[in-house]
Nanobody, 123 residues
Framework: VQLQASGGGLVQAGGSLRISCAASGLTFSSFATGWFRQAPGKEREFVSAISRGGGSIYYADSVKGRFTISKDNAKNTVYLQMNSLKPEDTAVYYC?????????????????WGQGTLVTVSS
């Protein structure tokens, strides 16, 4: 199983970026998927998660209204559209997958992790 996160980069505050997570060895339609991030000097934190069927979606309060998670089962890819970016969104963003249908906002729930993609928001 491999999760490949991509799409990170440098963007100015107020800008937008879409990051992607492509999977091999598992099918996202059978897995809940989450995005987590880790800023320099801080612990990894939950950002967003989408259930296996896509019917349940969760966001951290800090990104609600600005970020949108989605999945394309045909491409076996999950996306995180990030709008109105702020300098405090700067972090390495990780995607993760789990067969669990419960507690998908908890890092400990996840079985598989990608390598992360760096998002830097300049002020």
């Amino acid at each position: 199983v491999q999760l490949q996160a991509s799409g990170g980069g440098l963007v100015q505050a107020g800008g937008s970026l879409r990051i992607s997570c492509a999977a091999s060895g598992l099918t996202f339609s059978s897995f809940a998927t989450g995005w987590f991030r880790q800023a320099p000097g801080k612990e990894r934190e939950f950002v967003s998660a989408i259930s296996r069927g896509g019917g349940s979606i969760y966001y951290a309060d800090s990104v609600k209204g600005r970020f949108t998670i989605s999945k394309d089962n045909a491409k076996n890819t999950v996306y995180l559209q990030m709008n109105s970016l702020k300098p405090e969104d700067t972090a390495v963003y990780y995607c993760a997958a789990t067969r669990s249908i419960l507690d998908i906002q908890r890092e400990q729930t996840y079985d598989y992790w990608g390598q992360g993609t760096l998002v830097t928001v300049s002020s």
